[in-house]
């Protein structure tokens, strides 16, 4: 009587085991600060010094390591496919459309090789790039924070997936989508914005904004009219310049909250750095990160933290980040 009541009972546990035995490889990985302490213990300390030599002959570093992480983790989760080369059956993130701004991959290879002589096997890409990331904040005179470890590299990096990236003409409700997908809040969206703190623009990412705008305004209204006509000498309608275009602050090599305070003032660059203006959650706290760098600092880390932990499907440790094993 007893025997197969217990076994009925004990059904549902079962099959939660063996289901959960099926999917544990497509579990998230369980990141750690301490993660490579025995394996690799001189993993943050060797990147840091790769990125420091690369920033000092090359100031343009530091942003594309900071845009690089961030579109990494944005398409499959922070799993390095953005550094995975095409190959002749696939094209690669690296080459989709919006790769115009990505550069400075030699920096990810620099630390591989040397990572790979000392513990080989053990460092995976997406690691490289995550700590890559928090030196270059750092080195431009930024926060710095422990950064969670233990990712996967993943085997997949298709150029069509760059779509699912958010546009610069996106609105706030369009950004409030793309961030809360990804775990992301209007929090998070506000300070990881302030990446924006570094780094350059092509033309084409905000010429939206001034020319043939709406059917009434060929410049957005909402920009500092002098500031508008800047931007368009620089980047006329038929512009012939190659990599024309404009820093993202006055800055654009100091990670400060001069971002924050240009946007207060009409002086932003894209059309989803002036979208935080529209929404009176995110305009508080861009007020509040333009009045204290101190509290953009702190958000900035925090939401930088959770980014970073944007889980992939990766699975293997890559020799060679531009390559699947
Ligand atoms: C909120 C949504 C975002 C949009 C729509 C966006 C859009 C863009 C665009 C269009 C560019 C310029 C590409 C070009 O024309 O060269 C750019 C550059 C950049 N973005 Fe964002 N971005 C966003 C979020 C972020 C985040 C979360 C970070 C990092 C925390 C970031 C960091 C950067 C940096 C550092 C650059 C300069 C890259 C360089 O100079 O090499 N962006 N972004
Ligand atoms: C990846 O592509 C770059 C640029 O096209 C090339 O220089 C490099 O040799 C390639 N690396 C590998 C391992 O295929
Ligand atoms: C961007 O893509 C184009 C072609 O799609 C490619 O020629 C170029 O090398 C890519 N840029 C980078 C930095 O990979
Ligand atoms: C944002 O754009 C989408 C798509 O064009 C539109 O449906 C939505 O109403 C817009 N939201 C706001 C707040 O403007």
Redesign the pocket.
């Known amino acids: 009587m007893a025997a197969p009541r217990f076994t009925i009972r004990f059904i549902p546990l079962i099959f939660a085991l063996v289901l959960s035995w099926l999917i544990s490889p497509l579990a998230a990985a369980v990141l750690s600060s301490n993660y490579y302490d025995h394996t690799c213990p001189k993993v943050d300390s060797t990147i840091n010094k790769v990125v420091k030599n690369a920033v000092m002959n090359d100031n343009?570093v530091p942003?594309?390591l900071?845009?690089m992480?961030?579109h990494d983790c944005f398409i499959r989760g922070c799993d390095g496919s953005v550094l995975l080369n095409s190959t002749s059956k696939n094209t690669a993130e690296k080459d989709g459309p919006?790769n115009?701004?990505?550069?400075a991959f030699y920096v990810i290879d620099l630390a591989k090789k040397e990572l790979e002589a000392m513990c080989p096997g053990v460092v995976s890409c997406a690691d490289i790039l995550a700590l890559a990331a928090r030196d270059a904040v750092a080195l431009s005179g930024g926060p710095t924070w422990n950064v969670p470890k233990g990712r996967k590299d993943g085997r997949v990096s298709k150029a069509t997936e760059t779509r699912q990236?958010?546009?610069?003409t996106?609105n706030i409700s369009q950004?409030q989508q793309?961030?809360s997908q990804r775990g992301l809040s209007m929090e998070d969206?506000v300070a990881?914005?302030?990446?924006?703190t570094?780094?350059?623009?092509?033309c084409?990412?905000f010429q939206n904004r001034i020319h043939n705008f709406d059917k009434t305004h060929d410049l957005d209204p909402t920009m500092q009219p002098s500031f508008a006509a800047s931007l368009r000498k620089v980047c006329p309608m038929h512009n012939k310049v190659k990599n024309a275009?404009a820093t993202?602050d006055s800055s654009?090599i100091t990670f400060d909250n001069t971002y924050y305070k240009l946007l207060l003032r009409g002086k932003s660059i894209?059309s989803?750095d002036e979208a935080l203006l529209t929404s009176s959650r995110t305009k508080t706290l861009v007020s509040r990160f333009a009045n204290s760098q101190e509290e953009f600092n702190e958000a900035f880390v925090k939401s930088?933290i959770k980014?970073s932990s944007i889980s992939g499907g990766g699975q293997e440790i890559r020799l060679n980040c531009r390559v699947v094993n």
């Open positions: 343009t942003a594309a900071l845009r992480h961030f919006p115009i701004s990505l550069h990236l958010p546009a610069p996106f950004l793309s961030f969206l990881l914005s302030g990446g924006h570094l780094g350059f623009s092509h084409s990412s275009g993202l654009a894209f989803s930088m980014m």
